[in-house]
């Protein structure tokens, strides 16, 4: 898809429709995991141009199309908590990704949801379960948006750094995905070595 995306780009360069088409992008991708969005996000901005203007329109198209897939997340959320819905989203992401974000939402709650677009696999699970936890929905937007305002200024940042090089974007997010599970991975053990060593040293 990138690749083709690439070859697309080369012969059709970027012009006014990159702003909408970084819109839908932003809420396709929030709304139906695991679609590459982020790399194209970077890809398409990143090939329009480098000017301020510019990056600033694309983050804020991104982050519009991001906010209204989190209403649309936390309503259907909601409506799972009712029992109207519930069966196609599991079916759809995974009960064990559903599984996971439930136990990071219980544990961390609104934080979670603060630091939701930086958890690759399972940040727009985060908002879902946010939802169907009847957290109050303008405090669940709220923490979400904050997340996402801060993801796509970044997003916008590397395409302007990245310009045309795709694969450096490409590579770029891999990279981070990869560290970030890392960092996690990294925290539970430091975690649990921690309360291991309380117990022992408790009488």
Known sequence: MLESLVVWLEANPPGVWVYPALFVVALVETLFPPFPGDVLFVIAAGWAGDTAAHLSSAALCGL???LVSTLVLIAVGRGVRTGRTGRFVTRHVGGGRLERAGRVFTRFGPAALVASRFLPGIRSLLVFVAGSSGM???????????????WY?????????AGRNSGLAQGFLARYEVFVWAAMAAGVVVALTVRLSRRRKAP
């Open 64 to 66: 519009g199309g991001c």
């Open 153 to 161: 200024a970044l997003l916008a940042a590397l395409a302007g750094f």
């Open 136 to 150: 109050e929905p303008l405090r669940a937007f709220l923490c979400a948006g904050s997340s996402a305002a801060v």
